[in-house]
Nanobody, 121 residues
Framework: QVHLVESGGGLVQPGGSLRLSCAVS????????IGWFRQAPGKEREGVSC??????QYADSVKGRFTTSRDNAKNTVYLTMNDLKPEDSAVYYC????????????????WGQGTQVTVSS
């Protein structure tokens, strides 16, 4: 079975940093795009980033602050978040897409359970 498990969320102060991990199993990581999405209460689910075999992409709201990377040997994808802002507070999800990156959550068929990120002083 395909599984994705997020970890690394928590409470941080504005300007702080976190690294989220997405541990995957049941498939070969280097054949799929992995996206990060977030959803805050009352808000639409928002694409944050995506990493494919050939490229990565970021939402404008996080560009320059967040970086996504992968370690194929460890079957893990990371989202390094710097200079966190209160508006970054959300549940963060990783998800498996196709070979290619997409900004649309419907293009991702397998999802993790989410990890809470709260940015507050």
């Amino acid at each position: 079975q395909v599984h994705l498990v997020e970890s690394g969320g928590g409470l941080v102060q504005p300007g702080g940093s976190l690294r989220l991990s997405c541990a995957v199993s049941g498939f070969t990581l280097d054949h799929y795009a992995i996206g990060w999405f977030r959803q805050a209460p009352g808000k639409e689910r928002e694409g944050v980033s995506c990493i494919s075999v050939t490229s990565s992409q970021y939402a404008d709201s996080v560009k320059g602050r967040f970086t996504t990377s992968r370690d194929n040997a460890k079957n893990t994808v990371y989202l390094t978040m710097n200079d966190l802002k209160p508006e970054d507070s959300a549940v963060y999800y990783c998800a498996r897409g196709s070979y290619y990156c997409s900004v649309y959550h419907n293009d991702f068929g397998s999802w993790g359970q989410g990890t809470q990120v709260t940015v507050s002083s």
